[in-house]
């Protein structure tokens, strides 16, 4: 069955400072990864996906994530972070080998950029 | 172009009560899929939907129950009302097909407070 992990439930930076926020997954083949972020009393929003390619990936608001087959993890970073990046991360993961098409979400990591 | 439409964004209810949730999706998504989020569970799972046909399930009781109609609009019930069923019920559509790699565009969502 697939997984993912974020093992992280609170990251905190300053303004300005480059952020990580960490995923790592476990599925069988290969996957199709997705961040999205979460605003307080909102729906998701999407924010970048992996599905094939370079394994750096560029998304919404400056955001990139870094895909790495071999340690199966797709952390998503910003070089330069903003007080209103401050929101709750979920990293997903879907299937490609199997009929399965609904995402498997991560628990969340909340963001808190400081000013 | 619009979003994923649900209705109600709030709701109050009684143990023992029903209630059903609309969805409307981004026009020419066919897929529809239902998540539930708590504070507790995070996000988990309900079902998906495409072209009328349940295609996926996730592992909640027969109480919670969903339809498609032939416009992609969707709703989800949950009959007999439970303490637990309190939570964030989020809809999300999809674009499947050639063009689809599978990331959930999602609507507001609808919250639900069962007394």
């Known amino acids: 069955a697939q997984s993912v992990a974020q093992p992280e439930d609170q990251v905190n930076v300053a303004e300005g400072n480059p952020l990580t926020v960490k995923c790592t997954y476990s599925v069988s083949g290969n996957p199709y990864l997705f961040w999205y972020v979460q605003y307080p009393n909102r729906g998701l929003q999407f924010l970048l996906k992996y599905i094939t390619g370079d394994n750096l990936v560029k998304g919404s608001y400056g955001f990139e994530a870094e895909f790495n087959k071999s340690q199966t993890s797709f952390h998503l970073k910003k070089p330069s972070a903003l007080v209103s990046d401050s929101a709750l991360y979920f990293c997903a993961v879907r299937e490609t080998e199997t009929g399965r098409r609904a995402l498997t979400f991560g628990s969340g990591t909340r963001l808190q950029v400081q000013p | 172009k619009a979003g994923v439409t649900q209705t109600p964004r709030y709701l109050i209810k009684t143990r023992g009560q029903q209630v059903t949730l609309s969805c409307s999706p981004i026009s020419g998504h066919r897929s529809v899929s239902w998540y539930q989020q708590t504070p507790g569970q995070g996000l988990q799972f309900l079902f998906e939907?495409?072209?009328?046909?349940?295609?996926n399930k996730g592992n909640f009781p027969g109480r919670f129950s969903g339809r498609q109609f032939s416009n992609s609009r969707s709703e989800m019930n949950v009959s007999t009302l439970e303490l637990g069923d309190s939570a964030l019920y989020l809809c999300a559509s999809s674009l499947e097909g050639a063009g689809g790699t599978g990331e959930l565009f999602f609507g507001e969502g609808s919250r639900l407070t069962v007394l």
């Open positions: 939907y495409f072209s009328e046909t349940q295609r």
